[in-house]
């Protein structure tokens, strides 16, 4: 038989080519343009645009026997609205048919909820819309409905993973408690050859899922366990998500789109038992082996990883010290030796400098680091500390506007902080400021976010370093130097256990002190 494939470029469509071809039947593939075609014995392409229809259409379908229908979209884009897409695709396709004579039609859609929703999304309205023009057509038709689908180059594993590659914390729409029914794609395809080849298929509907029931919050579990990553899962109101959803649309290749979103909320499952019975088709179910390799060579989103966590974690980690019960005496001994220091000498700086003349020894000596690796100078280390410092001087003004709104007189502690500056010469501040923050580094970032990092973890580890880097500032007097001291001292934390180098924080926390110093920004 001489199958015509609209939509054969697309994820489902190659899937579909190659089973069609492995049940010895010819292949014409349809298509709008070049993009996504691929070279297969049996298989040739004629370019048309199925949903304008028209002689053109009639005769990339010449010769054929039968036609699946495969052409959907995730999002409207220009030239082709979900209306053009799914309805007016099939009605022209089975317009065409009737001029070809051709008569046997499997048409694709899509899975929905245990219970449609009173107000679908367009996405799905016009889904079921196209499959009443379906029955409705004078064709030997056939629909299948399948659930997410899960197989190379999908947008849906590979999405995930993408997601939990960049950051440990997921938004799960309404809660994720949705029912889903992940089916590999391979089974949608033989799907589509068992009906074609079957009589009895005609006039029926079948539900193409897996066999397992899955929520929403399980399948990403399930992802998150194949990949060894650990994940929270944050519920998130379902229409909240639609607009930062709507923002994502406007990419290239958007990790999620309203459409999939409608769905994951909403649920996608069926009934596998009558394409079992009838088309003989046992699906399989979504292993984590099938993730892993489905996973393959996925980037995190963005290309930027969130993640403290990395594969190294447990290789790096054993160099380091897993006691972290210095800690407990680091941060007093720190607080009590500024204090002390202030009454000897009112010079701020002077006292910064004493106390980590007597805390970095200390802390070199107590706690073991690997200290030469994590103080290696690199050209990609300078070029992260700036970026870094790039990123953190601009939140650090959105952050004290909000601070100034929020407390007015915190203006005065930050002019009072900044009259510090005048304390010393600026030869002398040029040489003394890179020396405190370098020993900053060696306290608060190498001694007590590394070495309780690798007892409890990266996350704690960056949490602790902040909350004892503000509490060494308390001492000091400036309320709003410990809340600075509280955010930076934890992004400096994360930015030195996520590129394993205090190098980083050390160029970061220069080029920022210099930026406040000079141009004060806040």
Same mark, same amino acid.
């Given at each position: ?28 593939? /349809?298509?709008?343009? !070049?993009? @996504? ?56 396709? &089975? &317009? ?6 051709? !008569?046997?039609?499997? %048409? ?12 679908? &999304? ?22 299948? !409905?399948?659930?997410?689908?899960? *197989? ?13 590659? %960049? ?42 899922? *897996? ?19 650990? +994940? ?24 999620? &789109?309203?459409?999939?979103? *409608? ?12 394409? $079992? ?11 984590? $082996? ?35 019960? %210095? ?6 001994? $720190?607080?009590? /030796?500024?204090? @002390? ?20 020894? /200390? ?63 600026? @030869? ?23 070495? +309780? ?46 590129? !394993? ?12 002190? $210099? ?8």
């Amino acid at each position: 038989m001489q199958v015509a494939v609209a939509g054969a470029s697309g994820f489902i469509g190659q899937a579909t080519v190659h089973a069609l071809l492995q049940a010895g039947h010819a292949v014409v593939g /349809l298509s709008r343009g !070049r993009r @996504g075609r691929f070279d297969r014995p049996g298989l040739v392409w004629r370019e048309v645009d199925v949903s304008r229809g028209g002689p053109e259409l009639v005769a990339a379908l010449a010769g054929c026997e039968a036609v699946v229908n495969l052409v959907g979209i995730k999002r409207p884009e220009p030239g082709q609205s979900f209306d053009s897409a799914h309805v007016a695709t099939v009605a022209a396709l &089975t &317009t065409a048919m009737q001029a070809a004579a051709i !008569r046997r039609l499997v %048409h694709v859609s899509v899975a929905g909820p245990r219970a449609e929703p009173p107000r679908p &999304t367009q996405y799905m309205a016009t889904k079921r819309e196209a499959e009443r023009s379906v029955m409705s057509s004078e064709t030997d038709w056939t629909i299948l !409905r399948p659930g997410p689908v899960a *197989g190379p180059g999908d947008d849906f594993v590979r999405n995930l993973a993408a997601t939990l590659r %960049h950051a440990g914390v997921f938004p799960a729409p309404d809660g994720g408690h949705a029912p889903l029914q992940p089916v590999l794609v391979e089974d949608v395809a033989l799907a589509i050859a068992a009906a074609l080849e079957r009589p009895a298929a005609i006039g029926r509907c079948y539900d193409v899922v *897996g066999p397992e029931v899955l929520t929403l919050r399980e399948v990403v579990t399930r992802v998150a366990d194949a990949l060894a990553l650990p +994940v929270t899962l944050v519920p998130c109101p379902a229409p909240l998500l639609a607009v930062a959803v709507a923002g994502l649309e406007k990419l290239p290749e958007p990790l999620l &789109t309203r459409a999939q979103l *409608g769905l994951l909320s909403h649920g996608l499952v069926g009934d596998p038992g009558p394409a $079992a019975a009838e088309l003989g088709l046992v699906t399989q179910p979504l292993t984590a $082996a099938k993730i892993v390799a489905l996973s393959a060579g996925v980037e995190p989103w963005l290309g930027l990883s969130l993640r403290l966590r990395r594969g190294d974690e447990d290789m790096f980690f054993k160099t380091c010290s897993k006691g972290a019960v %210095h800690v407990a005496w680091l941060v007093p001994l $720190a607080v009590a /030796l500024i204090w @002390g220091l202030g009454s000897l000498t009112p010079h701020v700086w002077w006292r910064m400098l004493a106390a980590n003349l007597v805390l970095v020894p /200390l802390c070199l000596m107590t706690v073991r680091l690997p200290w030469l690796e994590l103080w290696r100078p690199s050209l990609r280390g300078l070029v992260q500390g700036v970026m870094a410092a790039a990123v953190l001087v601009a939140a650090g003004w959105l952050g004290s506007q909000v601070l100034f709104a929020v407390t007015p007189e915190a203006r005065a502690e930050v002019a009072a902080v900044y009259s510090w500056v005048h304390l010393l010469p600026a @030869g002398i501040a040029a040489v003394l400021l890179p020396l405190i923050a370098a020993a900053e580094e060696v306290v608060w970032r190498g001694a007590v976010a590394f070495a +309780v990092a690798s007892r409890a973890g990266p996350w704690w580890g960056a949490a602790t370093s902040a909350a004892a880097f503000a509490v060494a500032h308390v001492s000091l007097g400036v309320p709003a130097l410990v809340v600075a001291a509280a955010g930076a001292g934890f992004f400096w934390a994360w930015l030195g256990l996520k590129t !394993r180098s205090l190098f980083v924080v050390l160029v970061c926390h220069v080029l920022w002190d $210099a930026c406040v110093a000079v141009l004060r920004l806040y």
